[in-house]
């Protein structure tokens, strides 16, 4: 599924630019790049196992929908509500992620993807 094959390329990427010690603006990218995968692995669970996706312009509807999926929709909702949480500062701060909530939120995408590959495969 392309929506998943992009969540995996958005989160390996993330993981080299918060492992990337040569620039203090890496873990803002990483920080950008792990909401877009948690977006895309929720896009991705949500097709997979309930044959639609949110539409609307607020991606907390993901959190409502995606939370549905058994049997782990309520960790992924968790996860993503986290990722959506940091989502204005990571795209649009002025502020900078610092490395420490970058590699948090690499993680919490990690485990939407797995979560996703999971319904995938089941």
């Given at each position: 599924m392309a929506r998943l094959a992009q969540a995996k390329k958005f989160a390996e990427v993330a993981a080299l630019c918060v492992s990337d010690l040569s620039d203090d603006t890496m873990p803002q990218v990483?920080?950008?790049?792990a909401v877009l995968a948690g977006i895309a692995?929720?896009?991705a669970a949500c097709c997979i196992t309930l044959k639609q996706r949110p539409r609307g312009q607020d991606h907390r509807e993901a959190v409502t929908m995606v939370s549905t999926i058994h049997p782990h929709g309520a960790?992924?909702?968790k996860d993503l509500g986290r990722l959506l949480n940091e989502k204005d500062n990571a795209h649009y701060g002025l502020l900078l992620v610092s490395r420490t909530t970058a590699t948090k939120m690499v993680q919490w995408a990690d485990r939407m993807i797995g979560s996703a590959d999971a319904a995938l495969n089941a």
């Open positions: 990483a920080a950008a790049l692995a929720s896009d960790r992924m909702a």
